[in-house]
Protein backbone atom coordinates (compact mmCIF):
# COMPACT_ATOMS: atom_id res chain seq x y z
CA UNK A 1 0.00 0.00 0.00
CA UNK A 2 1.38 3.45 -0.85
CA UNK A 3 2.20 5.66 1.70
CA UNK A 4 -0.59 8.53 0.32
CA UNK A 5 -3.42 5.28 0.31
CA UNK A 6 -2.53 4.65 4.03
CA UNK A 7 -6.53 4.54 5.94
CA UNK A 8 -5.45 6.11 9.40
CA UNK A 9 -2.26 8.10 11.11
CA UNK A 10 -4.21 6.75 14.43
CA UNK A 11 -4.24 10.49 15.55
CA UNK A 12 -6.55 10.19 17.91
CA UNK A 13 -5.75 7.03 20.01
CA UNK A 14 -2.03 8.58 20.10
CA UNK A 15 -3.48 11.56 21.89
CA UNK A 16 -5.09 8.66 24.90
CA UNK A 17 -1.27 7.99 25.75
CA UNK A 18 -0.61 12.10 25.50
CA UNK A 19 -3.34 12.73 27.47
CA UNK A 20 -1.59 10.01 30.40
CA UNK A 21 1.43 11.50 29.97
CA UNK A 22 0.53 14.82 30.98
CA UNK A 23 -2.09 13.46 33.60
CA UNK A 24 0.97 11.82 35.49
CA UNK A 25 2.89 14.98 35.08
CA UNK A 26 -0.15 17.03 36.65
CA UNK A 27 -0.36 14.71 40.01
CA UNK A 28 3.75 14.62 40.20
CA UNK A 29 4.46 18.89 39.74
CA UNK A 30 3.55 20.62 42.96
CA UNK A 31 4.86 17.90 45.32
CA UNK A 32 7.91 18.99 47.28
CA UNK A 33 9.44 22.01 46.00
CA UNK A 34 11.90 23.74 42.54
CA UNK A 35 15.52 21.65 42.27
CA UNK A 36 18.28 23.64 42.49
CA UNK A 37 18.93 23.36 38.87
CA UNK A 38 15.00 24.64 37.95
CA UNK A 39 16.31 27.97 40.15
CA UNK A 40 19.04 28.43 37.50
CA UNK A 41 16.94 28.37 34.50
CA UNK A 42 14.18 30.62 35.89
CA UNK A 43 16.78 32.94 36.58
CA UNK A 44 17.41 33.62 33.10
CA UNK A 45 14.34 34.99 32.43
CA UNK A 46 15.54 38.31 34.04
CA UNK A 47 18.69 38.13 31.90
CA UNK A 48 17.64 37.47 28.37
CA UNK A 49 20.81 36.90 26.12
CA UNK A 50 22.20 34.56 23.41
CA UNK A 51 23.91 32.87 25.47
CA UNK A 52 25.32 31.60 28.98
CA UNK A 53 27.62 29.71 31.28
CA UNK A 54 26.15 26.16 30.90
CA UNK A 55 23.47 26.52 28.27
CA UNK A 56 22.30 28.20 25.03
CA UNK A 57 19.22 30.53 25.45
CA UNK A 58 16.27 28.54 24.60
CA UNK A 59 15.99 27.87 28.39
CA UNK A 60 15.99 31.24 29.28
CA UNK A 61 12.60 32.09 26.58
CA UNK A 62 11.43 29.48 28.34
CA UNK A 63 11.44 30.51 31.74
CA UNK A 64 10.22 34.02 30.31
CA UNK A 65 7.51 32.73 28.61
CA UNK A 66 6.66 30.46 31.97
CA UNK A 67 6.85 33.47 34.12
CA UNK A 68 4.81 36.16 31.91
CA UNK A 69 1.96 33.51 31.20
CA UNK A 70 1.92 30.99 34.24
CA UNK A 71 3.42 33.10 37.04
CA UNK A 72 6.19 31.95 39.36
CA UNK A 73 4.69 29.51 41.81
CA UNK A 74 6.14 25.82 41.38
CA UNK A 75 3.42 24.23 39.34
CA UNK A 76 3.68 27.06 36.68
CA UNK A 77 7.19 25.93 36.57
CA UNK A 78 6.49 22.99 35.37
CA UNK A 79 4.16 23.49 33.14
CA UNK A 80 6.13 23.70 29.49
CA UNK A 81 8.02 20.94 30.60
CA UNK A 82 4.69 18.72 31.37
CA UNK A 83 3.35 19.62 27.28
CA UNK A 84 6.70 19.00 25.79
CA UNK A 85 6.71 15.63 27.96
CA UNK A 86 2.75 15.27 25.95
CA UNK A 87 4.63 16.13 23.03
CA UNK A 88 7.78 13.64 23.12
CA UNK A 89 5.06 10.79 23.53
CA UNK A 90 2.91 12.29 20.70
CA UNK A 91 6.05 12.49 17.88
CA UNK A 92 6.96 9.13 19.15
CA UNK A 93 3.54 7.51 18.47
CA UNK A 94 3.81 9.32 14.75
CA UNK A 95 6.87 7.78 14.46
CA UNK A 96 5.81 4.14 15.32
CA UNK A 97 3.07 4.93 12.79
CA UNK A 98 5.67 5.92 10.50
CA UNK A 99 7.17 3.08 10.65
CA UNK A 100 4.15 1.05 9.61
CA UNK A 101 2.80 0.30 13.47
CA UNK A 102 -0.89 -0.16 14.33
CA UNK A 103 -2.71 0.06 17.76
CA UNK A 104 -0.95 -2.72 19.31
CA UNK A 105 2.79 -1.22 18.63
CA UNK A 106 1.32 2.08 19.30
CA UNK A 107 0.15 1.18 22.50
CA UNK A 108 3.52 -0.61 23.82
CA UNK A 109 5.70 1.92 22.44
CA UNK A 110 4.04 4.79 24.10
CA UNK A 111 3.17 2.51 27.88
CA UNK A 112 6.82 2.05 27.63
CA UNK A 113 8.03 4.80 26.66
CA UNK A 114 5.16 6.87 29.64
CA UNK A 115 6.57 4.46 32.09
CA UNK A 116 9.98 4.26 31.87
CA UNK A 117 11.60 5.44 34.87
CA UNK A 118 14.67 7.46 32.56
CA UNK A 119 11.66 9.77 30.98
CA UNK A 120 9.64 10.26 34.05
CA UNK A 121 12.53 11.59 35.51
CA UNK A 122 13.35 13.95 33.32
CA UNK A 123 10.26 15.00 31.72
CA UNK A 124 8.59 17.54 34.52
CA UNK A 125 11.27 19.64 36.03
CA UNK A 126 12.18 23.01 34.72
CA UNK A 127 15.58 22.23 32.71
CA UNK A 128 16.76 22.01 29.37
CA UNK A 129 16.79 18.20 29.32
CA UNK A 130 13.14 17.56 28.29
CA UNK A 131 13.39 20.41 25.29
CA UNK A 132 16.27 18.65 24.45
CA UNK A 133 15.18 15.28 23.98
CA UNK A 134 11.87 16.47 22.39
CA UNK A 135 14.13 18.12 19.11
CA UNK A 136 15.84 14.68 19.10
CA UNK A 137 12.45 13.29 18.55
CA UNK A 138 10.70 15.50 16.30
CA UNK A 139 14.12 15.52 14.26
CA UNK A 140 13.57 11.76 13.62
CA UNK A 141 9.94 12.13 13.09
CA UNK A 142 10.79 14.74 10.25
CA UNK A 143 13.39 12.58 8.77
CA UNK A 144 11.48 9.76 8.78
CA UNK A 145 8.51 11.75 6.74
CA UNK A 146 10.81 13.05 4.30
CA UNK A 147 12.02 9.11 3.52
CA UNK A 148 8.41 8.06 3.36
CA UNK A 149 6.85 11.03 1.27
CA UNK A 150 10.10 12.77 -0.10
CA UNK A 151 8.68 16.03 0.25
CA UNK A 152 11.13 18.25 0.64
CA UNK A 153 9.72 20.74 3.24
CA UNK A 154 10.00 18.24 6.04
CA UNK A 155 14.01 18.79 5.15
CA UNK A 156 13.58 22.67 6.00
CA UNK A 157 11.51 21.96 8.98
CA UNK A 158 14.21 19.85 9.68
CA UNK A 159 16.77 22.41 9.62
CA UNK A 160 14.32 24.70 11.97
CA UNK A 161 14.46 21.39 14.65
CA UNK A 162 18.04 21.54 14.24
CA UNK A 163 18.96 24.76 15.13
CA UNK A 164 16.24 25.08 17.64
CA UNK A 165 18.20 21.74 19.80
CA UNK A 166 21.37 23.43 19.27
CA UNK A 167 19.34 26.46 20.96
CA UNK A 168 18.31 24.47 23.58
CA UNK A 169 21.47 21.48 24.37
CA UNK A 170 24.45 21.22 22.15
CA UNK A 171 24.07 17.37 22.63
CA UNK A 172 21.73 18.10 19.55
CA UNK A 173 25.65 18.87 17.97
CA UNK A 174 26.50 15.09 18.79
CA UNK A 175 23.21 13.39 17.83
CA UNK A 176 23.06 15.82 14.20
CA UNK A 177 26.65 14.56 13.67
CA UNK A 178 26.42 11.01 14.53
CA UNK A 179 22.84 10.97 12.46
CA UNK A 180 24.95 11.83 9.34
CA UNK A 181 27.60 9.48 9.63
CA UNK A 182 24.63 6.71 10.16
CA UNK A 183 22.70 8.13 6.92
CA UNK A 184 26.06 7.76 5.13
CA UNK A 185 27.62 3.99 6.47
CA UNK A 186 23.61 3.10 5.13
CA UNK A 187 21.95 2.55 2.21
CA UNK A 188 20.09 5.71 2.71
CA UNK A 189 23.29 7.60 1.67
CA UNK A 190 21.75 9.40 -1.47
CA UNK A 191 19.66 11.52 1.15
CA UNK A 192 22.47 13.55 1.75
CA UNK A 193 23.12 14.28 -2.37
CA UNK A 194 20.52 16.72 -2.40
CA UNK A 195 20.54 20.52 -2.77
CA UNK A 196 17.72 20.52 -0.08
CA UNK A 197 19.55 19.17 2.74
CA UNK A 198 21.99 22.32 2.02
CA UNK A 199 19.33 24.63 2.02
CA UNK A 200 18.16 22.56 5.53
CA UNK A 201 21.99 23.04 6.92
CA UNK A 202 21.84 26.87 5.80
CA UNK A 203 18.63 27.43 8.12
CA UNK A 204 20.44 25.40 11.08
CA UNK A 205 23.09 27.68 11.02
CA UNK A 206 21.43 31.06 10.63
CA UNK A 207 19.16 29.91 13.59
CA UNK A 208 22.50 29.39 15.86
CA UNK A 209 24.61 31.90 14.60
CA UNK A 210 23.48 34.61 17.24
CA UNK A 211 24.53 32.07 20.12
CA UNK A 212 28.16 31.61 18.20
CA UNK A 213 28.27 35.06 18.36
CA UNK A 214 27.61 35.14 21.93
CA UNK A 215 30.34 32.34 22.39
CA UNK A 216 33.07 33.96 20.57
CA UNK A 217 32.69 37.41 22.63
CA UNK A 218 32.64 35.82 25.51
CA UNK A 219 35.88 33.45 25.51
CA UNK A 220 33.95 30.37 24.20
CA UNK A 221 32.36 29.52 28.14
CA UNK A 222 31.42 26.40 26.26
CA UNK A 223 34.45 24.82 26.62
CA UNK A 224 35.41 26.05 29.84
CA UNK A 225 31.82 25.25 31.29
CA UNK A 226 32.79 21.28 29.56
CA UNK A 227 36.49 21.46 30.88
CA UNK A 228 35.07 21.99 34.58
CA UNK A 229 32.19 19.77 33.65
CA UNK A 230 34.73 16.74 32.88
CA UNK A 231 36.92 17.58 36.30
CA UNK A 232 34.47 17.88 38.53
CA UNK A 233 31.76 15.15 37.47
CA UNK A 234 32.26 13.46 34.27
CA UNK A 235 35.63 11.87 35.31
CA UNK A 236 33.66 9.95 38.04
CA UNK A 237 31.69 8.17 35.59
CA UNK A 238 33.43 4.91 34.41
CA UNK A 239 32.21 3.35 31.04
CA UNK A 240 30.89 -0.16 33.13
CA UNK A 241 28.85 2.81 34.80
CA UNK A 242 27.81 4.07 31.70
CA UNK A 243 26.76 0.79 30.49
CA UNK A 244 25.45 -0.14 33.13
CA UNK A 245 22.80 2.82 33.53
CA UNK A 246 21.57 2.73 29.95
CA UNK A 247 20.67 -1.19 30.34
CA UNK A 248 18.69 -0.17 33.83
CA UNK A 249 17.17 3.29 33.47
CA UNK A 250 14.47 2.31 31.48
CA UNK A 251 13.42 -0.47 33.63
CA UNK A 252 11.80 -3.52 31.63
CA UNK A 253 11.29 -1.24 29.21
CA UNK A 254 15.03 -2.71 28.03
CA UNK A 255 13.51 -5.01 26.34
CA UNK A 256 11.32 -3.05 24.42
CA UNK A 257 13.84 -0.41 23.01
CA UNK A 258 16.11 -3.02 22.19
CA UNK A 259 14.28 -4.88 20.33
CA UNK A 260 13.40 -1.81 18.47
CA UNK A 261 17.46 -1.50 18.19
CA UNK A 262 17.49 -5.54 16.76
CA UNK A 263 14.54 -4.44 14.41
CA UNK A 264 16.26 -1.75 12.76
CA UNK A 265 19.45 -3.57 12.04
CA UNK A 266 18.07 -6.90 11.00
CA UNK A 267 13.97 -6.54 9.86
CA UNK A 268 13.75 -6.30 6.22
CA UNK A 269 10.94 -3.63 7.24
CA UNK A 270 12.66 -1.32 8.24
CA UNK A 271 15.73 -1.61 6.31
CA UNK A 272 15.27 2.13 4.99
CA UNK A 273 15.63 3.08 8.78
CA UNK A 274 18.75 1.60 9.26
CA UNK A 275 21.05 4.75 10.02
CA UNK A 276 18.77 5.17 13.45
CA UNK A 277 20.64 1.63 14.82
CA UNK A 278 24.10 3.28 13.49
CA UNK A 279 23.71 6.67 14.82
CA UNK A 280 22.59 5.15 18.18
CA UNK A 281 25.61 3.08 18.30
CA UNK A 282 27.85 5.99 17.41
CA UNK A 283 26.49 8.81 20.04
CA UNK A 284 26.49 5.52 22.60
CA UNK A 285 30.10 5.03 21.96
CA UNK A 286 30.82 9.14 21.73
CA UNK A 287 29.28 9.54 25.09
CA UNK A 288 31.31 6.27 26.58
CA UNK A 289 34.62 7.97 25.11
CA UNK A 290 33.60 11.14 26.49
CA UNK A 291 32.84 9.83 30.21
CA UNK A 292 29.19 11.65 29.36
CA UNK A 293 25.96 11.64 31.88
CA UNK A 294 23.57 9.15 31.29
CA UNK A 295 20.81 11.22 30.55
CA UNK A 296 22.75 12.89 27.23
CA UNK A 297 21.78 9.93 25.67
CA UNK A 298 18.06 9.19 26.78
CA UNK A 299 16.72 11.32 23.44
CA UNK A 300 17.45 8.90 21.11
CA UNK A 301 15.56 5.77 22.95
CA UNK A 302 11.84 7.32 21.88
CA UNK A 303 12.92 5.82 18.39
CA UNK A 304 14.09 2.54 19.26
CA UNK A 305 11.04 2.59 21.59
CA UNK A 306 8.84 3.05 18.49
CA UNK A 307 10.56 0.39 16.65
CA UNK A 308 10.49 -1.75 19.60
CA UNK A 309 6.50 -1.27 19.33
CA UNK A 310 6.64 -2.21 15.86
CA UNK A 311 8.26 -5.52 16.41
CA UNK A 312 6.61 -7.00 18.81
CA UNK A 313 3.61 -6.22 16.80
CA UNK A 314 5.22 -8.26 13.82
CA UNK A 315 6.49 -11.13 16.61
CA UNK A 316 3.27 -11.35 18.06
CA UNK A 317 0.99 -10.89 14.95
CA UNK A 318 -0.55 -14.16 14.85
CA UNK A 319 -0.41 -14.79 18.97
CA UNK A 320 -4.04 -13.24 19.63
CA UNK A 321 -5.15 -10.85 22.13
CA UNK A 322 -4.21 -12.14 25.30
CA UNK A 323 -0.61 -12.87 24.32
CA UNK A 324 -0.43 -9.28 23.25
CA UNK A 325 -1.87 -7.80 26.64
CA UNK A 326 0.44 -9.94 28.56
CA UNK A 327 3.71 -8.23 27.22
CA UNK A 328 2.04 -4.99 27.42
CA UNK A 329 1.33 -5.37 30.98
CA UNK A 330 5.42 -7.55 31.37
CA UNK A 331 6.76 -4.70 29.71
CA UNK A 332 5.01 -1.48 31.70
CA UNK A 333 3.47 -2.71 35.27
CA UNK A 334 7.01 -3.76 36.75
CA UNK A 335 8.36 -0.08 36.16
CA UNK A 336 5.22 1.19 38.34
CA UNK A 337 7.36 0.13 41.43
CA UNK A 338 10.16 2.41 40.92
CA UNK A 339 7.97 5.63 39.91
CA UNK A 340 8.32 6.68 43.35
CA UNK A 341 12.19 6.77 43.24
CA UNK A 342 11.66 9.38 39.98
CA UNK A 343 8.38 11.47 40.17
CA UNK A 344 6.91 12.91 43.24
CA UNK A 345 3.32 11.14 42.77
CA UNK A 346 2.82 10.27 46.11
CA UNK A 347 3.42 13.00 49.57
CA UNK A 348 6.78 13.87 51.07
CA UNK A 349 5.99 11.52 54.15
CA UNK A 350 4.53 8.93 51.51
CA UNK A 351 7.53 9.12 49.52
CA UNK A 352 9.67 8.52 53.03
CA UNK A 353 7.88 5.60 53.83
CA UNK A 354 8.33 3.80 50.48
CA UNK A 355 11.70 4.42 50.30
CA UNK A 356 12.08 3.05 54.02
CA UNK A 357 10.33 -0.05 52.89
CA UNK A 358 12.28 -0.21 49.45
CA UNK A 359 15.35 -0.56 51.50
CA UNK A 360 14.73 -3.18 54.04
CA UNK A 361 12.55 -5.44 51.37
CA UNK A 362 14.02 -4.57 47.99
CA UNK A 363 18.18 -4.44 48.59
CA UNK A 364 18.37 -3.59 44.39
CA UNK A 365 16.81 -0.38 44.64
CA UNK A 366 18.88 0.88 47.52
CA UNK A 367 20.83 2.52 44.46
CA UNK A 368 18.48 5.29 44.55
CA UNK A 369 18.97 6.54 48.02
CA UNK A 370 23.09 6.37 47.29
CA UNK A 371 24.15 9.91 46.67
CA UNK A 372 27.49 11.06 44.73
CA UNK A 373 28.74 10.61 48.80
CA UNK A 374 28.02 6.93 48.21
CA UNK A 375 26.06 7.26 51.64
CA UNK A 376 22.66 6.02 51.99
CA UNK A 377 19.87 8.36 52.79
CA UNK A 378 16.49 9.07 53.67
CA UNK A 379 15.94 10.22 49.87
CA UNK A 380 17.29 10.87 46.55
CA UNK A 381 19.51 12.65 45.90
CA UNK A 382 17.13 14.75 43.60
CA UNK A 383 13.99 15.44 45.83
CA UNK A 384 16.77 16.20 48.66
CA UNK A 385 18.06 19.04 46.54
CA UNK A 386 14.10 20.27 46.19
CA UNK A 387 14.24 21.22 49.81
CA UNK A 388 15.12 23.54 52.18
CA UNK A 389 15.32 27.05 49.60
CA UNK A 390 12.06 28.19 51.20
CA UNK A 391 13.79 28.14 54.50
CA UNK A 392 16.53 29.73 53.47
CA UNK A 393 15.03 32.22 51.85
CA UNK A 394 12.93 33.27 54.93
CA UNK A 395 15.90 33.54 56.85
CA UNK A 396 17.54 35.48 54.91
CA UNK A 397 14.69 37.71 54.71
CA UNK A 398 14.31 37.62 58.33
CA UNK A 399 17.90 39.06 58.60
CA UNK A 400 17.85 41.68 55.98
CA UNK A 401 14.27 42.69 57.83
CA UNK A 402 15.55 42.81 61.14
CA UNK A 403 18.46 45.84 59.91
CA UNK A 404 17.76 49.53 60.45
CA UNK A 405 16.96 51.36 56.97
CA UNK A 406 19.83 52.87 57.00
CA UNK A 407 22.14 49.60 57.38
CA UNK A 408 19.42 47.83 54.73
CA UNK A 409 21.11 50.41 52.35
CA UNK A 410 24.22 49.13 53.32
CA UNK A 411 24.07 45.67 52.75
CA UNK A 412 24.60 42.93 50.29
CA UNK A 413 23.14 39.46 49.89
CA UNK A 414 25.85 37.05 48.47
CA UNK A 415 25.77 33.57 47.64
CA UNK A 416 28.41 30.44 47.36
CA UNK A 417 26.52 28.38 44.83
CA UNK A 418 23.72 29.03 41.76
CA UNK A 419 20.88 26.82 44.30
CA UNK A 420 21.11 29.04 46.80
CA UNK A 421 21.80 32.49 44.86
CA UNK A 422 18.76 30.85 42.40
CA UNK A 423 16.83 30.00 45.37
CA UNK A 424 17.00 33.85 47.17
CA UNK A 425 16.91 35.45 43.40
CA UNK A 426 13.33 33.95 42.77
CA UNK A 427 11.99 34.63 46.53
CA UNK A 428 13.39 38.18 47.00
CA UNK A 429 9.93 39.90 46.95
CA UNK A 430 7.90 37.31 48.64
CA UNK A 431 10.53 37.53 52.17
CA UNK A 432 11.28 41.46 50.87
CA UNK A 433 15.04 41.97 50.74
CA UNK A 434 17.47 42.77 47.62
CA UNK A 435 18.15 40.97 44.96
CA UNK A 436 21.43 38.22 45.40
CA UNK A 437 25.42 38.14 44.04
CA UNK A 438 26.97 35.14 43.52
CA UNK A 439 30.03 34.23 41.41
CA UNK A 440 29.08 30.72 40.58
CA UNK A 441 27.71 29.44 37.01
CA UNK A 442 25.68 31.70 34.90
CA UNK A 443 25.52 34.70 38.11
CA UNK A 444 28.76 35.70 36.83
CA UNK A 445 27.54 37.10 33.51
CA UNK A 446 25.16 39.72 35.58
CA UNK A 447 27.52 40.12 38.86
CA UNK A 448 28.53 43.97 39.88
CA UNK A 449 32.01 44.88 39.13
CA UNK A 450 32.94 45.49 42.75
CA UNK A 451 31.14 45.10 46.31
CA UNK A 452 30.48 48.18 47.11
CA UNK A 453 28.72 47.41 50.39
CA UNK A 454 29.46 48.16 54.26
CA UNK A 455 27.46 45.33 55.83
CA UNK A 456 26.95 41.82 53.64
CA UNK A 457 24.52 39.16 54.46
CA UNK A 458 26.69 36.20 53.58
CA UNK A 459 25.44 32.35 52.77
CA UNK A 460 28.34 29.69 53.44
CA UNK A 461 27.99 26.49 51.84
CA UNK A 462 31.15 25.61 52.83
CA UNK A 463 30.94 24.61 56.42
CA UNK A 464 31.92 28.10 57.35
CA UNK A 465 35.57 27.65 55.82
CA UNK A 466 35.01 30.76 53.48
CA UNK A 467 34.37 33.03 56.42
CA UNK A 468 37.12 31.66 58.39
CA UNK A 469 39.07 32.15 55.55
CA UNK A 470 38.39 36.04 55.65
CA UNK A 471 39.09 36.33 59.59
CA UNK A 472 42.30 34.73 58.34
CA UNK A 473 42.99 37.04 55.50
CA UNK A 474 41.73 40.01 57.84
CA UNK A 475 39.25 40.89 54.70
CA UNK A 476 36.84 41.13 57.02
CA UNK A 477 35.47 43.76 60.29
CA UNK A 478 33.64 41.08 61.73
CA UNK A 479 31.17 38.68 61.89
CA UNK A 480 27.78 36.32 63.24
CA UNK A 481 26.59 33.44 62.55
CA UNK A 482 22.51 34.21 62.19
CA UNK A 483 21.14 30.71 61.34
CA UNK A 484 21.70 27.86 58.73
CA UNK A 485 18.97 25.33 56.75
CA UNK A 486 17.93 22.98 59.48
CA UNK A 487 15.72 21.19 57.37
CA UNK A 488 16.84 17.43 57.87
CA UNK A 489 16.13 16.41 54.14
CA UNK A 490 17.98 18.78 52.46
CA UNK A 491 20.58 18.24 50.57
CA UNK A 492 21.69 22.14 51.84
CA UNK A 493 21.29 20.99 55.45
CA UNK A 494 23.62 23.08 57.36
CA UNK A 495 24.67 25.22 54.90
CA UNK A 496 24.99 28.76 57.61
CA UNK A 497 23.84 32.68 57.34
CA UNK A 498 26.41 35.03 58.27
CA UNK A 499 25.84 38.38 58.84
CA UNK A 500 29.64 40.34 57.68
CA UNK A 501 30.35 43.91 59.15
CA UNK A 502 33.03 46.03 57.32
CA UNK A 503 34.52 44.07 54.26
CA UNK A 504 37.59 45.12 53.72
CA UNK A 505 39.82 46.37 50.91
CA UNK A 506 41.26 42.80 50.69
CA UNK A 507 37.96 41.03 50.16
CA UNK A 508 37.30 43.38 47.30
CA UNK A 509 40.16 42.73 45.76
CA UNK A 510 39.43 38.62 46.02
CA UNK A 511 36.31 39.22 44.76
CA UNK A 512 37.22 41.59 41.19
CA UNK A 513 40.01 38.87 41.06
CA UNK A 514 37.80 36.12 40.90
CA UNK A 515 35.19 38.12 38.91
CA UNK A 516 38.01 39.23 36.10
CA UNK A 517 38.62 35.28 35.95
CA UNK A 518 35.57 34.08 35.60
CA UNK A 519 34.30 36.17 32.58
CA UNK A 520 37.63 35.18 30.73
CA UNK A 521 36.49 31.66 31.26
Known amino acids: MSYKNRRSTYVYFILIFVFVKVVLNLFAISHFGFHRDEFLHLVLADHLDWGYKEVPPFIALMAKLSITFFGNSLFAARIFPTIFSGLIIWFTGLITVEFGGRRFAITLTCL ?47 GLAVGLGMLTKYTMAFFTFAMIIGILISKQRKLLFNKH ?52 VHGVALFVWFTGFLFLIFSFRLRNFQFLAIAYVLIFIFLLEMDGKNYYLFGAYPMLFAAGGFGFE ?80 RKVGEAYN ?46 PDSLNCKYMIYIDDNGGEN ?34 TDPQPALQQRYMKELAKKRQE
Request: charged content about 15%.
Open 402 to 447: SLTPEQQKQTLIYADNYGEAGALHHYRKQFNYPDVVSLNSSFTLWA
Open 314 to 393: RLLKAKGYALRTAAILLFVLPNLLLFPLVLPLLSLNQTLAFFRFANKNIPALKFATTWEDQKQHPTTQDYADMLGWDELA
Open 197 to 248: ILGAAVVAFLICLPNLIWQILHHWPLISHMKALREEQLNYITPSDFIKQQLL
Open 112 to 158: ALIFSPAFAASGYLFQPVVFDQFWWVLTVWLLIKYLNTTDVKYLYWL
Open 467 to 500: IRQFVAGKMIGSYKKLGEIEYPLAREKGTGIYFI
